[in-house]
């Protein structure tokens, strides 16, 4: 397997709202991300992943664009924009942007043009459909309810969006679209960023006849992913992306991939046939991917992550390339979702840290992760900013559902948990803002924030710096194979990594219980070092030893 820089990269998100506000407004901003940069680079990432800073109204906080060549009013000027490209490169760290090409904001020029008139330019940019009988041309359900389909007046046509009634779907069937996407494309790179973070890149093809998609819940609008995940010309656009932009630069390019396979993981990450460098894979953050969606109960369980996992780290070797991730804008914590924010907070962090940072792939450390950052439980749905929450809120309530279980729902699921402020000290607003932050801050932050984790060696921060550390001491977290061991165990997740006469052995213990780890492999190894742990260790590694709840340990063993 060749090696890249990007494999050997851990990758650091940041969600620029809610990162750092320089000036007061209650908004984070370019300035504040740069007043930060001593803190990434300290805790080791190289390279950084900027959530959208393009010109947006915030309908869906940037990721609807309303000037791909423009920064967003609230975050500062081209000007900050350059220097944080060079601040971060002065670091020797690099930099992704995000690339919404899906869709853009209803307040695109290409849109305000495109819904004037029928025969204007522009009409084709995006995908209008006359209605069926005075109802939308198909019951495809948006991904923020509601339909897919939006009605507008002035041309007595609906437009498509797949998400917010404000992002509607770009028609790449159109090659005026497309080439002035690779344009965009091209003005970035040319400016000397490192690649992409793709954004819903698998849904630019829609199924042309738009048929109706069968009936699986109550209610109008229908789950319809089979027929615009993976459409019929997808390949052909991402091919010719690949020829008119990609292969031109040296970048790493990440896919959001919802739904993807590891079959079609290995497609699109071949390196010489396929469109990017590695994917977001689902299975294993997809609670429940029955018709009940993400509302429902989440019924994820070890055991079915550890499947997940293995499937992925087991049918991408050799072949394909991982990322590795828990946690983004669009999910809830992770400590709070996978593990106990109550009574093994740190232990619990860390052990998932442990857990996910040994495997194969690339890491993506999410803003706060590195702080073991919590869900947040707002006590009204006037708190929530989050499109996806209110409007699914507002749509079940029509549809008679009961306040409370809502509200239970949201705590647990909405995308706000991952947007809160980033907690950098105990002072207001958790050393965020002076002044009105645009979401509330997590009340957690006087127990848990920045400054008191930078000051405390054994801080859930200091412990992620020291996964992060390892990578580059040893080359068998890059390069290992991976291996599960104790299969069924119902809450040890335990594997090893193998390269040449090493073994890297990895134990992690899912349960607030007490476990006992039982394995005689180890007996074939004589050198048995201790990289990592997230207690003191209670003696020596053992073919039978028992582990304290939500314990985590990494043995470097060799013969
Ligand atoms: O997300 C697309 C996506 O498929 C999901 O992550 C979806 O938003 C999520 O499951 C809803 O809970 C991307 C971005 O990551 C997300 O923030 C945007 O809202 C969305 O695209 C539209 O641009
Ligand atoms: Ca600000």
């Known amino acids: 397997m060749k090696t890249n820089w990007w494999k050997e990269s851990v990758v650091y998100q940041i969600y620029p709202r809610s990162f750092k506000d320089s000036n007061g407004d209650g908004i984070g901003d370019l300035q504040g991300i740069i007043s930060k940069l001593d803190y990434i680079e300290n805790l080791g990432v190289d390279v950084v992943w900027l959530s959208p800073v393009y010109k947006s109204p915030n309908d869906d906080n940037g990721y609807d664009i309303s000037d791909y060549r423009d920064i967003m009013d609230e975050f500062g000027t081209m000007a900050d924009?350059?220097?944080?490209?060079?601040?971060?490169?002065?670091?020797?760290?690099?930099?992704?942007?995000?690339?919404?090409?899906?869709?853009?904001?209803?307040?695109?020029?290409?849109?305000?043009?495109?819904?004037?008139?029928?025969?204007?330019?522009?009409?084709?940019?995006?995908?209008?459909?006359?209605g069926k009988d005075g109802q939308p041309p198909n019951n495809w359900e948006s991904v923020f309810s509601g339909?897919?389909?939006?009605?507008?007046?002035?041309?007595?046509?609906?437009?498509?969006?797949?998400?917010?009634?404000?992002?509607?779907?770009?028609?790449?069937?159109?090659?005026?679209?497309?080439?002035?996407?690779?344009?965009?494309?091209?003005?970035?790179?040319?400016?000397?960023?490192?690649?992409?973070?793709?954004?819903?890149?698998?849904?630019?093809?829609?199924?042309?006849?738009?048929?109706?998609?069968?009936?699986?819940?109550?209610?109008?609008?229908?789950?319809?992913?089979?027929?615009y995940i993976n459409g019929p010309r997808?390949?052909?656009?991402?091919?010719?992306?690949?020829?008119?932009?990609?292969?031109?630069?040296?970048?790493l390019t990440v896919g959001e991939t919802p739904g993807a396979t590891p079959d079609e993981a290995i497609h699109y990450t071949n390196e010489e046939t396929g469109f990017m460098s590695m994917l977001f894979q689902w299975?294993?953050?997809?609670?429940?991917?029955?018709?009940?969606?993400?509302?429902?109960?989440?019924?994820?369980?070890?055991?079915?992550?550890?499947?997940?996992m293995t499937k992925w780290q087991?049918?991408?070797?050799?072949?394909?390339?991982n990322t590795l991730y828990l946690s983004n804008h669009d999910q809830p914590r992770q400590v709070s979702r996978f593990g106990d924010d109550r009574g093994y907070w740190k232990e619990s962090a860390k052990m998932l840290g442990t857990c996910l940072h040994m495997m194969k792939g690339t890491p993506f450390v999410y803003q706060g992760?590195?702080?073991?950052?919590?869900?947040?439980a707002f006590g009204s749905i006037d708190d929530y900013r989050c499109v996806e929450t209110r409007n699914m809120y507002r749509a079940a309530i029509a549809a008679g559902k009961d306040h409370e279980s809502l509200m239970k729902a949201i705590h647990h699921k909405s995308r706000d948990n991952g947007r809160t402020p980033m907690q950098w000290d105990d002072s207001v607003n958790g050393g965020f803002t002076t002044g009105n932050p645009w979401i509330g801050v997590n009340p957690a932050y006087p127990?848990?924030?920045?400054?008191?984790?930078?000051?405390?060696?054994?801080?859930?921060?200091?412990?992620?710096?020291?996964?992060?550390?390892?990578?580059?001491?040893?080359?068998?977290?890059?390069?290992?194979?991976?291996?599960?061991?104790?299969?069924?165990?119902?809450?040890?997740?335990?594997?090893?990594?193998?390269?040449?006469?090493?073994?890297?052995?990895?134990?992690?213990?899912?349960?607030?219980e007490a476990q006992r780890f039982v394995w005689d492999g180890i007996s074939a190894y004589f050198n048995r070092q201790r990289l990592i742990g997230n207690y003191s260790p209670s003696g020596e590694l053992s073919e039978n030893m028992e582990l304290r709840p939500y314990e985590a340990a990494v043995y470097l063993l060799h013969p």
């Not at 919404?100 to 495109?114: A, K, M, P, R």
């Not at 087991?314 to 390339?321: F, I, T, Y």
């Not at 992760?369 to 947040?376: A, D, P």
């Not at 920045?450 to 710096?465: F, G, M, V």
């Open 447 to 512: 127990q848990i924030n920045a400054e008191q984790q930078l000051n405390d060696p054994d801080s859930i921060y200091h412990y992620y710096k020291k996964l992060i550390s390892l990578r580059r001491e040893y080359p068998i977290i890059l390069w290992g194979i991976y291996e599960l061991i104790l299969n069924d165990h119902k809450h040890i997740y335990a594997y090893t990594r193998r390269m040449e006469e090493q073994t890297l052995l990895v134990i992690n213990n899912f349960s607030g």
């Open 234 to 251: 997808l390949q052909s656009y991402l091919d010719e992306m690949k020829q008119e932009v990609i292969s031109k630069y040296d970048i």
């Open 81 to 130: 924009w350059e220097q944080l490209l060079r601040e971060v490169h002065g670091r020797r760290m690099k930099l992704i942007m995000d690339l919404v090409v899906n869709h853009t904001s209803d307040e695109h020029q290409w849109f305000i043009e495109s819904r004037s008139s029928k025969n204007n330019a522009y009409r084709d940019y995006y995908m209008w459909h006359p």
């Open 283 to 308: 299975e294993h953050i997809e609670a429940d991917p029955g018709t009940g969606g993400k509302w429902e109960e989440d019924t994820w369980n070890m055991p079915e992550f550890r499947s997940a």
């Open 147 to 227: 339909s897919v389909w939006q009605f507008d007046e002035n041309t007595g046509e609906y437009y498509l969006h797949l998400y917010s009634t404000k992002q509607p779907d770009l028609n790449w069937e159109n090659e005026d679209v497309r080439k002035e996407i690779y344009d965009m494309m091209n003005f970035w790179l040319e400016k000397g960023i490192d690649g992409f973070r793709m954004d819903t890149i698998t849904t630019l093809s829609k199924v042309p006849d738009f048929p109706d998609a069968p009936i699986v819940k109550e209610g109008p609008y229908q789950p319809a992913t089979q027929y």
């Open 369 to 376: 992760e590195e702080l073991g950052m919590t869900n947040v």
């Open 314 to 321: 087991n049918e991408l070797e050799g072949k394909g390339w």
